[in-house]
């Protein structure tokens, strides 16, 4: 397993209901917003020779890169991902707590949008940025419809 996918804290000691729990703590939006920067503090950096055409997510504002790797004995999916911006990197986190280190059938049951609705998420961010999460959604069940399929 290469290291950028073992190091993540995502789906290990940083999992969706913390960022739940953490986000439920904060008052106002502008604490959120410094909350889900420093969440994409914490995301390790992919390799650029992993910033690939193949790898990267259409539909978002910024540029982003989604990479992964299945390791069959565990049936789980590692996730990487990386991007330009520091918000969209926290996005992208917030994502990888919920669905990283699943197995294939588990991503494609969890109820991100619900995940999303608890979180107050979408109606805070532009129609850009809200479009582009959802794109690293769609390209994250991609690899898991095709890995499930397997």
Known sequence: MESFYSESPFGTSITAEEVLDSIGFLDDWEERYRYIIDLGKSLPSLPDELKTEERFVRGCQSQVWLAHQF????????????????????????????????????????????????????????????????????????????????
């Open 71 to 150: 390791d069959p004995a565990e049936n789980k999916i590692y996730l990487a991902v990386d991007s330009d911006a520091l918000i969209v990197r926290g996005l992208a986190a917030m994502v990888l707590a919920a669905l990283n280190r699943k197995s294939p059938q588990q991503i494609l049951q969890y109820d991100i949008q619900d995940y999303f609705t608890k979180l107050d998420l979408l109606k805070h961010l532009s129609p850009t940025r809200g479009n582009g999460v959802q794109a690293m959604v769609e390209k994250i069940h991609g690899i898991a419809k095709t890995l499930n399929a397997g």
